[in-house]
């Protein structure tokens, strides 16, 4: 078509410096029409799940990568026709590897680029492997030229051009082995180049168990012939490393691999707990009147249809125990080395989903009347089950509250979420033995759990800021005081 072109869109960053997302969901396929806005496909990121909308309108030829699979930052996903003028350069070659792309690059482009699993596409916009490859042709390329100037110097000029085809070296890690992005990894990991496996499915990919296979026969010769050459101990010493991981029993286990949020999650727990370093204190007290003052306010007018439950009333004793004892709310500037004071709280609220933790937060909490932050809580929560947080809900938090006692555990020892100083744990309430107005009596009781940087909490602030939420939730009352 003379009045059309093709457009490549590429997987955006959604987030602050992502590098990757997982396509989970394409809600087109080739030969749908689409609409400047239309959301064609859902991705999830380190951060959250996010509905990526095309920018312009026109007929999808192609989706360049199947659902489940992880995708760099700045890779085209999808090839859209448009009408009227002319894509790109870039986006033509990415597409169609049409004649006037051959005569850019007639000599790394042509045949090795050709071959590529569905979904794959013609990596031309992948930054991160190209590096790679493009360190590996320079030394085939010094080689042929030794080789094609002493032909030359002997009046072959003739044979010149046989010389780039003749070593089958080159084209070969050009051309990328078929394999998706675990298998890869797999491979990494065991030692295993790709390139020396042999595939066994479909279309030529090669699959788990070939990277398995490839260790085994490796492995194999090592040990019937190990004294024949004196340098191949040391030259298969790095095959026999992952001999371990090889194989295992999928009927007594299961491995799942950790991607997405939960592998975020995993880093950033990882970084926090050897990064600051963690204090916890605890304290149990009667709450008693505020699960009193819980069933009021589900009775009054202006809470009608909001979410009201102890978490409101716990999130507004800490936000009260903040604003007494400022310092709590602040972050380390490591590169800096200071103390940074927030004079605002972005509240973080930790959410148990199906695809892992995650820590959205209400944005300046603290200035929030409790009816607002009654509805805000309760938008947070229905938008986690959802899996529909966004990314930017997620950054910028200043404290955490996690209830592990939804799940019936007294407290725990929180980790701090990076970036973050304190963390509250609540536990379970219960009704338990205690002693009120000097007789024993069975009252509603929780253990709180507070974690906090000790680099810029000291003891002193840390037992002030708890004893202060301990404070409010048995006399409620202290909320209009103290707020």
């Not at 010769?221 to 295992?248: L, R």
Request: proline share 10%; net charge negative.
């Amino acid at each position: 078509m003379t009045n059309a072109s093709v457009r490549e869109f590429k997987m955006p960053d959604v987030g602050e410096g992502l590098t990757e997302a997982e396509i989970l969901k394409w809600y087109v396929q080739p030969g749908d029409t689409v609409t400047d806005g239309q959301v064609v496909c859902e991705v999830e990121t380190a951060k959250a799940a996010v509905e990526l909308p095309i920018p312009y309108d026109g007929v999808v030829r192609a989706l360049h990568f199947p659902e489940g699979t992880t995708v760099d930052v700045g890779t085209s996903i999808i090839a859209v026709e448009v009408a009227g003028g002319a894509a790109p350069a870039q986006e033509e070659a990415a597409v169609a590897p049409a004649p006037a792309a051959e005569p850019e690059q007639p000599a790394e482009q042509p045949a090795a680029r050709q071959p590529v699993l569905v979904g794959y596409g013609v990596a031309t916009s992948s930054t991160r492997r190209r590096p790679r490859k493009q360190a590996q042709d320079p030394a085939a390329q010094q080689a042929a030229s030794a080789v094609q100037s002493e032909l030359n110097g002997h009046g072959a000029a003739p044979a010149a051009p046989a010389v780039p085809t003749a070593p089958a070296a080159p084209p070969a890690p050009a051309q990328r082995p078929l394999a998706k992005p675990p298998v890869r990894k797999l491979a990494k990991d065991l030692g295993v180049d790709l390139a020396t496996v042999t595939p066994t499915g479909p279309d030529g990919v090669v699959t788990r168990e070939d990277v398995h296979a490839a260790v085994a026969a490796a492995q194999a010769p090592q040990q019937t012939a190990p004294e024949a050459q004196p340098a191949a101990p040391a030259a298969s010493a790095p095959a026999a490393q992952p001999a371990a991981p090889a194989s295992y029993d999928s009927a007594r286990e299961t491995r799942i691999p950790v991607k997405g949020v939960r592998k975020a999650t995993a880093a950033a727990m990882v970084g926090s707990a050897f990064t600051a370093p963690h204090v916890t204190e605890f304290v149990t007290v009667d709450v008693t009147r505020t699960m009193k003052l819980v069933e009021e306010l589900k009775q009054d007018k202006e809470f009608a249809g909001l979410r009201v439950n102890p978490l409101l009333l716990i999130a507004k004793a800490l936000l009260v125990a903040i604003r007494r004892n400022p310092d709590i709310n602040a972050s380390w500037d490591e590169a800096a080395q200071e103390i940074v004071v927030k004079h605002y709280v972005n509240l973080g609220i930790a959410a148990a989903t199906p695809r892992g933790l995650i820590v959205p937060n209400i944005k300046d909490a603290h200035a929030r009347t409790l009816p607002e932050l009654a509805a805000s809580l309760g938008e947070l929560v229905s938008t986690a089950r959802e899996g529909k947080t966004s990314p930017s809900a997620m950054q910028g938090g200043t404290v955490t509250i996690t209830n592990v006692g939804v799940f019936g555990v007294d407290t725990g020892t929180p980790l701090l979420n990076p970036g973050e100083s304190a963390i509250l744990a609540v536990g379970a309430i219960k009704p338990q033995p205690w002693v009120h107005k000097g007789k024993v009596k069975p009252r509603q009781v929780t253990t709180l759990a507070l974690s906090f940087d000790h680099r810029l909490v000291d003891g002193e602030l840390g037992s002030k800021v708890l004893a202060d939420v301990a404070a409010v939730l048995e006399q409620p009352k202290r909320l209009i005081t103290w707020a």
